[in-house]
């Protein structure tokens, strides 16, 4: 299953920090956690103003509960410390790797 994660960030090159890479590529398949399980930059939505964050598209392809706690290990491993607010499919979750883990596992019940 795939599920959209938005991240919304003041922080500039958070791209970089987040996928190692500076020259990104719109559908890239960028992180390869296993066999199953991948994440896949999608764009950035930059916003003109100060005030306004930019949010970064994210696709993440798993199919079990160990997939989806892999995903929500490396978002949290990459994204702690930052001033960053997660959502994912369109739901705003705590920068908490369970609380992560757990969104993502409702996400696979759902669609069963």
Known sequence: M???????????LLEP???GNRALI???TLRKL???TYLRYEG???RLSL?????IHITAGFVSSVGAGLV???????LKGKNVKILIEGLEVELDENKIK???IKKIEVNR
């Open 2 to 12: 795939e599920v959209k994660v938005y991240i919304e960030s003041n922080a500039q």
């Open 17 to 19: 920090a987040l996928f």
């Open 26 to 28: 719109r559908g890239m």
């Open 34 to 36: 296993d066999q199953e």
């Open 44 to 46: 950035t939505e930059v």
């Open 51 to 55: 005030d306004v964050p930019d949010i």
């Open 72 to 78: 929500a290990r490396w978002l949290y491993e990459k």
């Open 102 to 104: 757990n969104i993502l």
